[in-house]
């Protein structure tokens, strides 16, 4: 088939290559959100997918808006069978979806109709998942609902970052994708409609979002820090200034502390919450370099009585 290839994270580059890569089908352009600043400088850079498409020698297609005329009228000259979508970050109208005679369709990082939104990685850690996986959809109007073609499943591993689960995820769904588009071209795989029930919702993680609260039971405290790793980054606030976190151990056997103390000891950090301490693993204060958690108490002088907020 024909494809135009929609997405713009690092996530979206496993499926990109395995369908360029396609004796079956032909990329015949990505579409991609427009150029943006990242990194240190703030320097303005392609997506991850349209670099991989440059490379490739795939035209991009870099709409502001999905639905602009000029963008349309593109993307019916280039007369797409389908047009598969990895983590694209934009809605699209249904001028758009209207195009391709075989539609959009959706690698979606949950088992639907579980976790429908932005952020459902980061939501089955945070709310502790054990199960969860891809889901492949036919794009409709309405967020996420589209009937479901394929399910790929992975376990979620107790100290599982979001970062770590999604890697696994952007691979093992790359392999639904490229099967499920085997199927519709073959005419041997039909989508099914979702259940209405089990409906849950994961809308975006932000930096608010991400602030943890000591108050909170210890395994609360840790799947917020897991869920928010790599991004958008768990953080507290000790003595006026935040602090960024990264993954935390439960220790269940340590000397229970007030929620948010800091004890540091020759081998390890804890920090108190509802329960027993968690021990901090990586911290980057502000402004500074990413660093162990031992040598932040040293440099910090933590001492008795020093709490997070």
């Known amino acids: 088939m024909r494809l135009v290839f929609a997405g713009t994270p690092e996530t979206a580059l496993p499926s990109l290559r395995t369908l360029i890569d396609s004796p079956r089908h032909e990329v015949v352009a990505v579409v991609t959100r427009p150029d943006a600043q990242s990194g240190r400088g703030r320097k303005v850079h392609p997506s991850p997918v349209a670099e991989l498409a440059e490379e490739a020698g795939v035209e991009v297609l870099r709409p502001e808006k999905a639905g602009a005329p000029e963008f349309l009228e593109r993307l ?3 007369d797409p069978d389908c ?7 934009a809605l699209l109208p249904q001028t758009a979806l209207d195009v391709p005679r075989f539609g959009w369709v959706n ?3 949950s088992i639907l109709p579980a976790w ?13 998942d054990e199960i969860t996986g891809a889901s492949t959809f036919q794009i409709v109007k309405e967020l996420d609902a589209g009937p479901v073609y394929g399910v790929v499943t992975e376990e979620i591993q107790p100290g599982d970052t979001s970062g770590a689960l999604l890697e696994r995820l952007s691979v093992s769904g790359a392999g639904l994708l490229a099967a499920t588009l085997d199927g519709i071209e073959d005419g041997t795989l039909e989508a099914r409609p979702q259940p209405s029930d089990g409906v849950t919702v994961a809308p975006k993680i932000n930096v608010t979002d991400a602030q943890v609260d000591w108050s909170a039971p210890a395994m609360r405290v840790d799947r ?3 869920a928010c ?3 958008p980054g768990a953080w507290s606030t000790f003595r006026g200034h935040r602090v960024k976190l990264g993954p935390v151990r ?3 056997s340590a000397e229970r502390l007030p929620p948010g103390a800091v004890a540091s000891g020759k081998n390890s950090v804890l920090v108190g919450t509802a329960t027993h301490p968690v021990e901090l693993g990586e911290v980057q204060p502000q402004g500074k370099r990413l660093m162990t958690a031992g040598e932040w108490a040293r440099g910090a ?5 020093d709490r997070f907020e």
């Open 76 to 78: 019916a000259e280039l």
């Open 83 to 89: 047009c598969p979508v990895v983590a694209y970050g």
């Open 107 to 109: 690698l979606h990082f």
């Open 116 to 128: 429908r939104g932005a952020a459902p990685v980061q939501h089955a850690v945070l709310h502790g």
């Open 224 to 226: 917020l820090v897991r």
């Open 229 to 231: 790793t790599p991004n």
């Open 250 to 252: 439960l220790a269940p």
């Open 301 to 305: 002088r933590v001492e008795s009585g």
